[in-house]
């Protein structure tokens, strides 16, 4: 991943709140995000259950956007790489559950993915910035994990200006995700803090128009960075 900020404002819609009955139709009525967004949850690491890698696997044969997978798991130095094998352009675990995160990380590129790297709103980032090191991705939750459709916690956003802090400084290499309530209400303030992909699932999928959303959002997005890129600051 390069340094600098991406382009334009990246949309990950998250299938957790689309049709599970119809997810190949759903996937192809937001052809045109950056990658597809992917929750998978085993009751364990977070209370709720959802898809596993079947499921990824007849994703990755059904839709050409890239798969964004976020394992909310327990044991993924285990578990992790089959996602990776499966085809998942992005596969994103937590340092509260990796025992190894940075072999984990070796062994996600060798598997031909980007590695991922995801924190809880309530740990923090900075005794986990040599492991950055080692991963393409930073997501950042804004929400606890494990439902779908809850509040943004405007708190995590520290965290956002910290890892912006260090991409741009060339500390780390990788780019900043974010999850977690984002909707056209939230979205400036993270993209003004220093989100390069926003994650959305309600509303996109909750729209009428799903495509014309994930358009939306990322124009408004696009131009809270032009705000700040032209004199406001973070």
């Given at each position: 991943?390069?340094?600098?900020?991406?382009?334009?404002?990246?949309?990950?819609?998250?299938?957790?709140?689309?049709?599970?009955?119809?997810?190949?139709?759903?996937?192809?009525?937001?052809?045109?995000?950056?990658?597809?967004?992917?929750?998978?949850?085993?009751?364990?690491?977070?209370?709720?259950?959802?898809?596993?890698?079947?499921?990824?696997?007849?994703?990755?044969?059904?839709?050409?956007?890239?798969?964004?997978?976020?394992?909310?798991?327990?044991?993924?130095?285990?578990?992790?790489?089959?996602?990776?094998?499966?085809?998942?352009?992005?596969?994103?675990?937590?340092?509260?559950?990796?025992?190894?995160?940075?072999?984990?990380?070796?062994?996600?590129?060798?598997a031909g993915a980007k590695a991922g790297l995801s924190v809880k709103p309530n740990t923090p980032l900075e005794p986990?910035?040599?492991?950055?090191?080692?991963?393409?991705?930073?997501?950042?939750?804004?929400?606890?994990?494990?439902?779908?459709?809850?509040?943004?916690?405007?708190?995590?956003?520290?965290?956002?200006?910290?890892?912006?802090?260090?991409?741009?400084?060339?500390?780390?290499?990788?780019?900043?995700?974010?999850?977690?309530?984002?909707?056209?209400?939230?979205?400036?303030?993270?993209?003004?803090?220093?989100?390069?992909?926003?994650?959305?699932?309600?509303?996109?999928?909750?729209?009428?128009?799903?495509?014309?959303a994930v358009s939306r959002l990322r124009d408004q997005a696009g131009r809270s960075r032009h705000r700040v890129s032209?004199?406001?600051?973070?």
């Amino acid at each position: 991943m390069s340094a600098e900020p991406t382009p334009q404002p990246m949309i990950a819609p998250s299938i957790l709140s689309a049709d599970f009955a119809r997810l190949a139709d759903e996937a192809a009525g937001v052809a045109d995000a950056d990658w597809l967004h992917v929750d998978v949850m085993d009751a364990h690491f977070v209370p709720n259950l959802t898809i596993g890698l079947p499921v990824v696997q007849a994703l990755r044969k059904a839709t050409a956007i890239p798969l964004d997978c976020h394992l909310m798991i327990e044991d993924p130095d285990r578990w992790a790489i089959g996602y990776a094998e499966a085809g998942a352009y992005n596969v994103t675990v937590h340092v509260e559950a990796a025992k190894d995160p940075v072999a984990l990380a070796k062994n996600l590129r060798a598997a031909g993915a980007k590695a991922g790297l995801s924190v809880k709103p309530n740990t923090p980032l900075e005794p986990y910035v040599d492991v950055l090191k080692h991963y393409d991705t930073l997501l950042v939750m804004s929400v606890e994990p494990g439902f779908g459709g809850q509040g943004f916690i405007a708190h995590v956003l520290d965290k956002v200006r910290t890892a912006r802090r260090l991409v741009d400084t060339g500390h780390l290499t990788l780019l900043v995700e974010i999850d977690g309530g984002i909707n056209p209400d939230t979205i400036e303030a993270a993209a003004e803090a220093g989100v390069d992909c926003f994650v959305a699932g309600s509303a996109v999928f909750g729209a009428d128009d799903p495509a014309g959303a994930v358009s939306r959002l990322r124009d408004q997005a696009g131009r809270s960075r032009h705000r700040v890129s032209s004199g406001g600051g973070r």
